[in-house]
């Protein structure tokens, strides 16, 4: 009785031990803190890798992407804010590495290019129409009202 | 033997072109009728011989032939048939063949379907047509060869890059360049009346169809290219703004600013200056997109190997046929009359409204993609331009074109009244509005820019629906007869603008409801995402014909019950030992679910990085362009466009006269 | 008149196209030039007891090699590296990347060093305070520590004498 009593425990632990390992744990996120990884997501999607020039860093899977992306969540854990991350990387890339090109002046015509073709486009717009509602009515002639006339009668 | 066959084929055809071009164009400005009639006989002979290249190349790749050092480059022993005959066009000289081919195959179509045109415009169409085709001839014999011999031949070839072995490789560059190349027909179409002065809404008709089916596969060849990255890439994005996606989509801008403009020409004789220029601007943005993805200038994920000499060439050929035919525009426009008067609110005041907009937009993605140029060659340092810049620009910019797209339509040529638009349209509009507010409410709670999209993909649907509902209206017979007595004119329109608010309501939905978990999974491990478990059973070794691959199994199930299993892989070929992603996708009309490998953890690789999407209604995008191309083509096979040709006769002979 | 507004236009960008050619897109300016060279101190390569810092060179021009034995490149500009060593132009310092498998010594020691001090960038930290992307790159740096030129890829005999050489010979080297 205490043999059988023993082997049950014995086999209880031990499927009290295996259930885990059978039925696997809840996945870790890739970042120890979700809310960093976040973070430094969202701002390495707007950055460009340095080495295959045309992924984001957030995409990327060069090494040096890796590291940048490591050093972006340390400085984000040491309390830096996104403005500083992106501070520190343009300190030593340049400009370059942002996809958001910033507004600057040489970059004025690059963000208001938009709204000036616009407005451009609507300037022309405005004229063209009080052009068109200047034109008088061309008089139809009526032998060409006859002839189409016809014309579309063959087509039947 | 047969790469050199396939290298004299180029040396005819490039002799026949210039046949093609000189002589016709020649005798169209002098009317001499049978240095025209050169014109459809050379056309048809380049296109022979043409192929006849095309084909010598394709049977150089499938016979794994490594003494041409093209097929040395791009090819593989243990590529599969199907890759190997693709990897025809997979390199700079390739496709340059296959530009040639598809320019031969556009210009024989017009040769043959154009037996209703008079006999000077026929000759200039495929004189113009010519005249491209001398100069992708040239550039292929001079600088871009494909039929380069290697002596000693290779023993191995070094492979079709991993990421175009894949069937969108088959399909989307054809398609592409039927888009790209088709323009040049319009092109030629718009030379050609500035040529012979003469530019009638009969103009219009003839280049119309011809326009709106380039249009069409330049429509679906982006798309598909798209669909290919999305499956192909294993970022789970589906558009990056990179100056090769910007050089396709560029066209397709203009492109749809000239069938609507188009319409216009045809309908009421207007907007023909605008018309022609379209028409050049379409074409030499699709050869500006070859320039840009060839020479170097632009960094790009799709450039080929870069070379600023053959980069030379093809910036000369531009300046050739494009300021040529920008200088002939500005010598000859004046001369095109006006058409007639309309009133503020009209269908062509709309129209205009809609290429204002859709050229607005257009010269946006020009600026974005070429500003980096602009500032280094100006020496003012070096920046990058991406989707943040373009997303924040091209999207307010287009708002005001789908607002209008629901009311263009409806709208009558010359003058509408603007209150009765109103009393039509006004419970669209609530719908729409209040559709736009309560969608994203009930989902995560207020998103204006969910709103916007969701609140004109709505507008433009009940738009298409009034619009068949008001031209029924004064019809007889059954609900399916009438429909189908409806003119494929108006139902393409209607498929079209459909597809538009489908891919609208893709792209706002997807854009701000998708989710994304990136997580650390062990055998036996499980995480949640949208709802769905996902519990990752390791990976096994997976040969394939010319990679090895390590596949996982995913296996996707909800409240319990098991749904599906996706197999992501993680692949190196063999070739190059290039690692590649192969994520895994389960489809849906409603949603995605996406999963990809990220990198192994451990040696033996049985823990790893896994990237799980929940994407839903992104197929909607792609669902959307198909109707866009569905209806292009339904468009250009209206009935108007194939009159039997002997009602036509004596009005052709009125025109000849002339 | 504005219908010659589009042939204008296109003539401007045809401009800047052809200016494009000669440019290369994929370079990466340096955002250090005529900044001070980033200070940093790191043990040697073979001798982990000793340092270097840049403070060190004071006084004299000097090259900052940014190099890896896994870097293939940096195999083909070492006979020019050795050259230039040799002649005693200019003092050059290596900094060893990112060299995780622990080779340098040992690739130095068989093939010889051009560097009068190798120190040990283990984690690529400096290297990213450089703003380095790759190996190899070549910093000239001037008397007070300051930046004065970026050479991205490997040193040949030209880029020798066309580049560098003219820069040094402007720094009184």
Redesign the interface.
């Given at each position: 009785m205490n043999a059988l009593r023993s082997a049950a425990a014995l086999a209880c632990m031990m499927l009290f031990l295996a259930a885990p390992l059978a039925l696997g744990g809840e996945a870790a996120p890739v970042g120890e803190d979700p809310q960093i990884e976040q973070r430094m997501v969202n701002l390495a999607t707007d950055l460009r890798c340095l080495v295959c020039q045309n992924e984001s860093l957030a995409g990327s899977h060069a090494e040096l992407a890796e590291d940048l992306r490591k050093e972006i969540r340390a400085l984000m854990k040491a309390g830096k804010s996104d403005k500083e991350v992106i501070e520190y990387l343009t300190t030593r890339y340049g400009d370059f590495v942002l996809y958001r090109p910033p507004f600057k002046p040489i970059t004025y015509l690059l963000w208001l290019g938009p709204l000036l073709f616009l407005g451009l486009g609507s300037g022309f717009w405005y004229v063209t129409l009080k052009k068109r509602r200047a034109l008088k009515d061309t008089p139809v002639d009526e032998k060409q009202l006859a002839a189409a006339a016809q014309l579309l009668d063959e087509k039947q | 033997m047969i790469p050199e066959l396939g290298h004299f084929a180029l040396i005819v055809a490039l002799l026949l072109a210039i046949t093609q071009s000189i002589l016709p164009l020649y005798g169209a400005q002098k009317g001499n009728v049978i240095l025209m009639s050169v014109a459809r006989p050379a056309a048809q002979g380049q296109f022979v011989f043409v192929a006849i290249a095309f084909g010598c190349l394709a049977y150089s790749f499938l016979t794994n032939d490594f003494s041409v050092e093209n097929v040395a480059r791009n090819s593989f022993s243990q590529l599969p048939k199907v890759y190997r005959f693709t990897a025809t066009w997979g390199s700079h000289e390739g496709s340059m063949l296959l530009w040639a081919l598809i320019l031969a195959v556009w210009t024989t179509a017009v040769s043959v379907f154009s037996r209703h045109l008079p006999d000077d415009m026929v000759a200039r169409v495929i004189g113009i047509m010519g005249l491209v085709s001398t100069g992708f001839l040239t550039f292929l014999l001079t600088t871009s060869n494909p039929f380069l011999r290697l002596l000693p031949a290779a023993a191995e070839g070094r492979d079709l890059n991993p990421l175009l072995q894949d069937p969108g490789m088959v399909i989307h560059p054809p398609m592409l360049y039927m888009g790209y190349v088709g323009f040049s027909v319009a092109f030629a179409f718009a030379i050609a009346a500035l040529l012979s002065g003469r530019m009638d809404a009969a103009w219009a008709r003839w280049s119309r169809p011809w326009t709106t089916v380039a249009w069409a596969f330049l429509s679906f060849g982006i798309a598909l290219g798209s669909w290919w990255a999305y499956n192909e890439l294993g970022?789970g994005?589906w558009w990056?703004w990179?100056p090769t996606e910007n050089a396709s989509f560029m066209p397709w801008l203009a492109g749809t600013a000239l069938i609507h403009s188009l319409a216009v020409t045809e309908k009421r004789g207007?907007f023909k200056?605008w018309t022609v220029?379209l028409a050049?601007?379409a074409f030499?943005l699709s050869l500006l997109g070859t320039?840009l993805v060839r020479?170097?200038?632009?960094?790009?994920?799709h450039a080929f190997a870069t070379d600023?000499a053959r980069?030379?060439f093809i910036?000369s050929f531009?300046?050739v046929v494009?300021?040529g035919s920008?200088?002939l525009?500005?010598w000859r426009?004046?001369k095109m009359l006006?058409g007639?008067?309309?009133?503020?609110f009209s269908r062509?005041?709309l129209l205009?409204?809609n290429n204002?907009?859709l050229?607005?937009?257009l010269?946006?993605v020009l600026?974005?993609t070429?500003?980096?140029?602009?500032?280094?060659?100006l020496g003012?340092?070096?920046?990058?331009?991406?989707?943040?810049?373009f997303n924040?620009?091209f999207v307010?910019?287009m708002v005001p074109a789908l607002f209008l797209m629901g009311i263009g339509p409806l709208t009558r040529w010359k003058g509408d009244s603007l209150p009765d638009m109103a009393a039509r349209l006004k419970w669209a509009l609530a719908v729409s509005v209040a559709t736009g507010f309560l969608l994203p409410m009930t989902l995560k709670g207020f998103n204006p820019w969910a709103t916007l999209g969701i609140a004109l993909a709505v507008w433009i649907a009940l738009s298409v629906l009034i619009g068949f509902r008001e031209r029924l209206m004064h019809t007889q017979g059954g609900l399916l007869r009438r429909l189908g007595n409806l003119p494929r004119g108006f139902w393409g329109m209607q498929l079209a603008h459909f597809g538009i608010a489908l891919g609208v309501a893709g792209i706002t939905l997807v854009a701000n409801y998708q989710t994304e978990?990136?997580?650390?999974?062990?055998?036996?491990?499980?995480?949640e995402l949208a709802g769905y478990t996902f519990?990752?059973q390791g990976t096994t070794e997976h040969p394939g014909p010319n990679y090895r691959a390590a596949r996982g199994t995913i296996e996707v199930s909800r409240g319990g019950a098991k749904l599906f299993d996706l197999h992501p892989e993680k692949r190196i070929y063999n070739a190059a030992g290039m690692p590649m992603t192969e994520a895994a996708i389960n489809y849906s009309f409603t949603r995605d679910v996406y999963v990809a490998l990220?990198?192994p953890l451990d040696d033996n690789a049985t823990t790893w990085?896994?990237r799980i999407f929940h994407k839903p209604f992104i197929n909607w995008i792609w669902i959307g362009a198909l109707f866009l191309a569905v209806g292009g083509f339904m468009a250009a096979s209206d009935r108007r466009y194939r009159?039997a040709v002997k009602?036509i006769a004596p009005?052709n002979a009125a025109v000849q006269g002339a | 008149m504005k219908r010659w507004l589009p042939l204008i236009v296109f003539a401007v960008l045809v401009g800047f196209f052809a200016k494009g050619l000669f440019l290369n897109p994929r370079e990466v300016p340096s955002p250090f030039i005529g900044k001070a060279a980033p200070a940093f101190t790191l043990p040697l390569v073979g001798a982990a007891d000793k340092n270097f810092s840049p403070a060190d060179m004071k006084g004299k021009v000097w090259l900052l090699n940014v190099w890896a034995p896994w870097c293939v490149s940096c195999r083909q500009e070492h006979p020019v590296l050795m050259q230039i060593a040799q002649d005693g132009r200019v003092p050059i310092v290596g900094l060893n990347w990112k060299d995780k498998d622990r080779e340098a010594d040992a690739l130095l020691n068989k093939a010889g060093s051009p560097y009068t001090s190798v120190p040990d960038d283990l984690s690529g930290m400096v290297g990213i305070d450089y703003g380095v992307t790759g190996t190899p790159e070549t910093y000239v740096i001037d008397q007070s520590g300051i930046i004065r030129m970026k050479h991205v890829g490997p040193i040949d005999p030209d880029v020798w004498k066309d580049k560098i050489e003219p820069k040094l010979k402007e720094l009184g080297a």
């Open positions: - | 970022w994005g990056f990179d207007a200056a220029l050049i601007t030499s320039f020479s170097g200038v632009l960094s790009s994920v600023p980069g030379a910036l531009l300046v494009i300021g920008l200088a525009f500005a426009a004046p006006t007639g008067r309309f009133n503020w062509e005041a205009l409204s204002v907009v050229l607005a937009a010269g946006s600026l974005g070429l500003y980096p140029l602009l500032m280094d060659a003012m340092g070096k920046i990058s331009v991406g989707p943040p810049y924040a620009v307010p910019v978990r990136d997580v650390r999974m062990n055998v036996g491990d499980h995480t519990t990752f990220g990198e990085v896994v009159i009602a009005a | -």
